[in-house]
């Protein structure tokens, strides 16, 4: 007996996403034209970017971070101010409409935004550990004991900061150092064989 293959909750009708979402930027050119108000997007679309949002968002790239549902919520805001934006007469393969990747790309780039965002926080909340003085914050009484213990915490959370601060260092210069080579091995190219 062949089992049926079960649709996940996240999947979207690429067909029939793409025919609401041309539906509703119709509408939308009319109303610009005659100057009427703009119509609210329609529940079913705004559900699709939804479960466009929350199915990227499962995938390995995005998820481990402990900030998925912020980076979901990002994203579905962008879809629905870039729905505007959406060209009907854009040139696809099949020449139909494909408005399942133009959704999925402007969410991976939102799921992109928060993940720099989110590591600009954490490089700000780091600086301020750092800086801090934690020490003083940190209660020991006259036990040796809890004095030692606290000590011995500060100084974890230091050399931990310490070394998420060298390996990101690290990374930027490897990106440096590979965007140097790429730009050398294209100055250096001699395309004069293949030129008349």
């Given at each position: 007996m062949a089992r049926t293959?079960?649709?996940?909750?996240?999947?979207?009708d690429n067909a029939k996403f793409s025919g609401a979402v041309v539906d509703y930027c119709t509408i939308v050119e009319k109303a610009r034209k005659t100057k009427e108000e703009i119509p609210k997007v329609p529940d079913y679309v705004a559900h699709c970017f939804l479960r466009i949002a929350e199915g990227l968002s499962h995938k390995a790239n995005f998820i481990r971070y402990t900030y998925r549902e912020e980076m979901v919520m990002d994203a579905v805001e962008n879809c629905l101010k870039a729905i505007g934006n959406y060209n009907l007469e854009a040139a696809t393969r099949t020449g139909k409409p494909n408005a399942f990747a133009y959704f999925t790309q402007i969410t991976?780039?939102?799921f992109l935004r928060r993940i720099s965002k989110?590591?600009?926080?954490?490089?700000i909340k780091l600086k301020y550990l750092a800086k801090s003085g934690i020490e003083s914050f940190i209660d020991t009484g006259t036990e040796s004991?809890?004095?030692?213990q606290a000590a011995h915490f500060v100084d974890t959370l230091k050399d931990r900061i310490a070394r998420v601060r060298n390996t990101d260092n690290e990374v930027k210069e490897i990106v440096k150092k590979e965007k140097k080579k790429r730009k050398t091995k294209l100055a250096d190219s001699d395309l004069s064989e293949f030129m008349l």
């Amino acid at each position: 007996m062949a089992r049926t293959k079960r649709r996940s909750v996240h999947y979207v009708d690429n067909a029939k996403f793409s025919g609401a979402v041309v539906d509703y930027c119709t509408i939308v050119e009319k109303a610009r034209k005659t100057k009427e108000e703009i119509p609210k997007v329609p529940d079913y679309v705004a559900h699709c970017f939804l479960r466009i949002a929350e199915g990227l968002s499962h995938k390995a790239n995005f998820i481990r971070y402990t900030y998925r549902e912020e980076m979901v919520m990002d994203a579905v805001e962008n879809c629905l101010k870039a729905i505007g934006n959406y060209n009907l007469e854009a040139a696809t393969r099949t020449g139909k409409p494909n408005a399942f990747a133009y959704f999925t790309q402007i969410t991976w780039y939102a799921f992109l935004r928060r993940i720099s965002k989110e590591k600009k926080q954490q490089e700000i909340k780091l600086k301020y550990l750092a800086k801090s003085g934690i020490e003083s914050f940190i209660d020991t009484g006259t036990e040796s004991v809890a004095a030692g213990q606290a000590a011995h915490f500060v100084d974890t959370l230091k050399d931990r900061i310490a070394r998420v601060r060298n390996t990101d260092n690290e990374v930027k210069e490897i990106v440096k150092k590979e965007k140097k080579k790429r730009k050398t091995k294209l100055a250096d190219s001699d395309l004069s064989e293949f030129m008349l």
